[in-house]
């Protein structure tokens, strides 16, 4: 009866290593599939943007449900918007002549399509691609949204830190440190917009973000009189910031020459 049981347990042993070499076995193959298929959706999207550039288009983007693709010709000046199940419609372009998506006009005289571009983080919902741009696409009273980028130039989102998002608390102020601060922050989302408290009031506005470069816009406050606050250096601060830099979990604001304007830690970050 002994020798019954050792065998029992004996066996069961030998079937769990089996199972646990099996599944580890699956594990690493699940994880090589991953990368795999990151390596050849990278592959894939180049491959993609170079048959675009190759073709001469300098500005596409993409949006799902329905799929469609618009591409953009800036030296020709033209476009042309592919919606699935439907043709391919013409366009000619019109813009101030710096060739910014945000400012182009498509003009066609049998069909109205409104574009609206807004350089902000957009990701694909179905294949997760990063892009710069927002694109709001009003084709037959149908609201479309996508992302879209420039061909040829190192826009990638993957350059792109996420870790910008969030709440920052003030740590420096052009060369004066403030170390016990608690009130002056600012809070980043991905929406394109920011709010906080400059020592006085709070405010909110816009910002617009590429690689490493950011700038607010529209910024607003709530006009309380505070004696002694900081309000005025630390808005002007935020004008005049042209770069940002993500480093040792502190967030700098740099100018266009790179002059240190604002440094801040991320809040509950030690």
């Known amino acids: 009866m002994k020798k019954i049981i050792v065998i029992i347990i004996a066996s069961l042993s030998i079937i769990s290593c089996n199972t646990s070499k099996q599944s ?8 090589s599939n991953s990368q795999n298929t990151e390596i050849n959706n990278e592959v894939n999207t180049q ?23 618009l591409k953009v010709d800036f030296d020709k000046r033209i476009a042309e ?18 060739n910014n998506i945000e400012e182009t006009q498509f003009i066609n005289a049998n069909t109205t399509i ?30 479309l949204q996508g992302c879209g980028k420039y061909l040829g130039e190192s826009n990638s989102i993957k350059s792109i830190n996420t870790d910008l998002y969030g709440q920052w608390i003030l740590r420096q102020i052009n060369d004066s440190i403030i170390a ?18 400059n020592s006085c009031n709070t405010y909110g506005g816009n910002y617009k973000l590429n690689a490493n470069n950011i700038s607010f816009s ?11 606050s900081i309000e005025r250096e630390y808005m002007s601060a935020l004008y005049n910031t042209s770069k940002y830099k993500l480093e040792n979990k502190k967030l700098s604001f740099y100018d ?14 030690e």
Do not use: H
């Not at 016990?180 to 408290?197: P, Q, R």
């Open 24 to 31: 580890l076995n699956e594990n690493n193959n699940d994880n």
């Open 47 to 69: 491959a993609r943007d170079q048959k675009l550039m190759d073709m001469g288009y300098d500005f596409v983007a993409f949006g799902n449900e329905p799929f469609w693709i």
């Open 81 to 98: 918007f592919e919606q699935m199940g439907n043709p391919t419609i013409a366009f000619k372009i019109e813009n101030n002549g710096n």
């Open 114 to 143: 409104d574009i609206q571009a807004i350089e902000s983080v957009c990701y694909d919902n179905m294949s997760g691609e990063g892009f710069p741009f927002k694109l709001s696409i009003n084709y037959k009273g149908d609201d």
């Open 180 to 197: 016990d601060n608690k009130t002056v922050k600012i809070n980043i989302n991905d929406k394109g917009s920011i709010g906080g408290n």
């Open 218 to 228: 529209d910024l607003l406050q709530t006009q309380m009189f505070c004696e002694g």
């Open 256 to 269: 266009k020459n790179d002059r240190l304007l604002l440094v801040f830690d991320k809040k509950g970050v």
